[in-house]
Every structure is written in C-alpha cells, then in structure tokens.
C-alpha cells in the first residue's frame, strides 16, 4: 500500500436520528482529516422521514456510503413496554449476525471498525478481523465520566441512585446529583439498567474514544481521564479524542421544500435575534397539560416564535422511533383561539423542522430544548442561547452543565419531568433570554463558546490535531502491517 494506503472506517449506528446524524458528521470529519480515508455507514432502517432524508444527503458525499441492514424482529425479545435503552441495546445485539456478514461481503474490506456506545457487542467483530475498534461517544465529556463510571456505582452503591440524599462522585469529576442520573440508572431492578451497565463496562475495552466535545470546553473533566490518580486510574480509560463540535452544517435555502421556504421567507422579516425557536428534539412530546402552559406562556411573554409540535402524550419517549410521522392536524390540541391570537408573531410547525437551519438564521434569539447533546451544541455552535427543558435519556445531566456549569441556558425551578412548568415560569424565562439585560450575559457567554468551538476544528486546533493526530496514527499502522 505505503503512501497511498487508503483507511477504510466502518461505522455503526443504532437506529434514532439522534444517533445517525452525529455518526454521519463524524464520518465526514473522518475524510476531511485525510484524502486516503473512506466510510461506510452501517444503519438499520428507521420509519422516520427525516432519517431517511438524512441517510439521502450523507450518501452524495463520493467517499461517505450508507448502507441500510435489514431490521430485525426483536418483538419476541423484549415486553412491549420495554424502555428505549433495551430495546436499543436487543437491536443492536440482534443485528450482529448481519452486520458481520455485510462486513465480510465488502468489496473494500475495512481497515477500522467505529460503533456507537450501544453498539459495543460488536466490538469482537474487529478481533475476528484483526482491525483497530473505537467507540463514538456523541455526548458530553461528563455523562462519559459517569457511564464508564457507572460499573464501579454499582458495585459500591446500595440501593437506587435516585434514593440517595449525597450526590455521586466521580474522580476528578463534577459531582452528580442523585436526580440528575441517565434514564437508565432510575430502577436497578428494569432491564434497561443491566444493559447499560453492561456497554459502560464494554466501552473501555475499545482502542479509543470518540466524543463529541471539544477541549476548552470541559478541561476538567477531559483530564481526569488521563489522570491515573483520578478517573484514568480507576477504570484504565484507553485514549479519549475530543473531536467536537460535530454538528450538521446549515443548508442553503434552496435545499428546502416550499413549506420551509415559507418559513424561511418570515424569519427573514423579524428583527435580529428576536425569535424563540421550540422544539424537543425527535422523540420530544408534552403531556396535554404541559402543551396549554407552554402555549400560554409563548403568548404571554409576547416574543415571536416558531415551535415544533406533536401530538401531546404521557410518556416523554414516545416518539423516539416515530418521529416525523402524522397527519399534523394538531390544532385542537391548543388553548381556543391560541393560533388566531398569536398570528403574525408565532409560527406552529407540525412534527418536523430544520432545526439547524433555524438555529443558524439571524432572527432566532433562543431556544428552548430538550438538552440532547445535539440540540445543544447545534445551539452553541449557532450562537443561540437555551432555555434548557430536559425530559428523558442523560438530559437532566446535560441541563445542569448547560446551566450551571457552561452558563448558557436557564432552566424552570421545578424540573418538567417532575411537575408542570407554569405559564407564567415560561413567560418569565423567555423574555430574560429575548429581552431582558439579564439574558445579556448568557447570551455573550454562548457567543464565546461559539467561537471557541470554531478554533478547535479549524487547523492546529484542539479537536483539528486530535482526530488528525488519530488519523495519522492509524494510517502509519496501517502501512506498517500492509510491509
């Protein structure tokens, strides 16, 4: 091979739009970072149109394929009202037969295998091949802390987590406070906690970790995992790469069907930074109750808006699978006379929007988010401050860094996943991030983050030399076991 050994990454995803895109960009910053480097994204297929929409951009690029696995029955495997992390976990466990095949029937056999934190049963695959194994962590560098954490809790600890009056600490770590833990970690008793401890326990035993945030950005907790007095020390943490921001670029306005035009063309007539965008990611639903506040509160608080919404439900994931689905008729689902009374400074967008594209427009002020990882950074990295509004997975614990410890967001007294945010509690914290001189210091701290996150993917950058110098690295070995 020599010079012109071509690095050819595998990737695994679980299904989830919020898992494909993450692992789509990272494919892309994986090319970006050498000529000689191609990926194939393996992804089981999904009901969600906007995955589908998503799967169709990645595969214009000539050295990013996506390659759709057959889905697998798990309906015999699990209850039918099995959590979102078992069923993810039984999918991707299930889908190995499979996936081996397809990788043994490429015509470019790879030269690295890549999954995602729920994929690690298929990290054996890579030994069976003799290639490199790495793991993608789309997430913050604390819930990281906490999840290969997580087989040591529970060793030590008694009893459920959310019981306990003394936080959770983690070496060299922010605390973590009992109310804050991953879903998973709510009942030791569920099924859904047995698998993640298993995969936390797995993730180490990868060549590397890629996570989705960037040096400056968590400092602290990054170098606990090199510390082998501190968190390094405790679970033999392999090298961690901090490749972030990865999110989706904005798209030219041309890339858009008309009914986004539309709402592109009245975002283009409201004043700089004075629109509120909603949206609760794409398994993000209210509960009736919460859906009349929330209305009530956007129409008190007078600030423009544009918010993203499906049919109201009592379970906050309900939509993780099938999100982009419906008719959109959701009109009767709002206070009476709420989208005639709010006409001309809101926009109500049914079940999808481009939420990047959105994010990324001058007009738009604030965003209130259900603190996926992505969301998150899609936010910072468009300059937007957030109004932090968590309701399942590690949300909880990406609010309280997005609050307390970046200080780019607020949050509501009383958490939504513990009662109903009130009218007037919306209304108070929109108008601070829109309007108010208090929301001036959140919105010049997302702005730094925002630049911060620009030098650390640009050349000679921290999340620029780290991938680069991982690349390299790979395809030096590489090399070294073609001679």
Not at 29 to 38: G, K, M, P, S
Not at 429 to 444: A, H, L, N, T
Request: some cysteine; proline content about 7%.
């Amino acid at each position: 091979m020599g010079s012109n050994s071509t690095l050819h990454a595998a990737i695994l995803t679980s299904p989830g739009l919020g898992h494909i895109i993450p692992v789509i960009e990272l494919g892309k910053r994986l090319i970006a970072a050498n000529r000689n480097v191609t990926v194939t994204i393996f992804a089981m297929s999904s009901t969600s149109q906007a995955e589908y929409q998503t799967i169709k951009e990645a595969t214009s690029t000539a050295k990013l394929n996506v390659v759709e696995l057959p889905p697998v029955d798990i309906s015999g495997l699990v209850h039918p009202k099995a959590a979102v992390v078992t069923c993810l976990a039984v999918w991707m466990r299930e889908i190995r037969p499979v996936f081996r095949s397809a990788l043994q029937d490429m015509a470019s056999p790879p030269t690295m295998l890549i999954v995602d934190f729920f994929g690690t049963e298929s990290l054996p695959i890579a030994d069976e091949l003799g290639i490199p194994k790495f793991v993608y962590v789309p997430c913050n560098a604390w819930f990281l802390a906490l999840m290969t954490y997580s087989p040591t809790l529970d060793k030590e600890v008694e009893g459920e987590y959310v019981d306990r009056t003394e936080p959770l600490k983690i070496p060299g770590c922010r605390p973590v406070r009992p109310e804050e833990v991953a879903d998973p970690m709510l009942d030791r008793t569920n099924q859904q906690y047995s698998e993640y401890i298993r995969f936390c326990g797995e993730i180490p035993l990868c060549d590397g970790i890629f996570l989705n945030t960037w040096e400056e950005l968590q400092p602290t907790t990054l170098a606990s995992f090199r510390d082998e007095k501190l968190l390094g020390g405790v679970i033999k943490m392999v090298p961690v790469y901090p490749i972030g921001p990865l999110t989706r670029a904005v798209r030219s306005r041309s890339g858009h069907p008309r009914v986004d035009q539309d709402l592109f063309e009245w975002l283009d007539k409201q004043p700089s930074e004075s629109v509120l965008f909603v949206s609760l990611g794409s398994g993000g639903t209210l509960s009736y109750e919460q859906m009349t506040e929330m209305a009530w509160g956007l129409e008190l608080s007078q600030q423009r808006f544009i918010w993203v919404v499906r049919p109201p439900t009592t379970k906050s994931d309900a939509a993780f699978f099938t999100s982009g689905n419906g008719d959109g008729d959701l009109s009767t689902y709002f206070p009476e006379g709420f989208l005639t009374r709010t006409s001309g400074i809101g926009l109500v967008v049914p079940l999808w929007a481009p939420q990047v594209d959105i994010l990324g427009h001058p007009s738009v002020g604030g965003f209130i988010t259900h603190c996926g990882w992505n969301s998150a950074l899609e936010s910072v990295t468009n300059g937007v401050q957030m109004i932090a509004w968590p309701l399942y997975a590690e949300q909880r614990l990406n609010a309280t860094s997005l609050t307390e410890e970046l200080g780019v967001a607020v949050r509501s007294e009383v958490p939504p996943w513990k009662k109903v945010v009130g009218r007037e509690e919306i209304e108070r914290m929109v108008r601070k991030i829109i309007v108010e001189k208090d929301g001036f210091k959140i919105k010049s701290r997302v702005k730094e983050l925002k630049q911060s996150g620009e030098k650390a993917l640009r050349e000679g950058g921290s999340s620029y030399n780290a991938l680069s110098q991982m690349v390299s690295k790979a395809m030096q070995d590489l090399q070294m076991k073609d001679q």
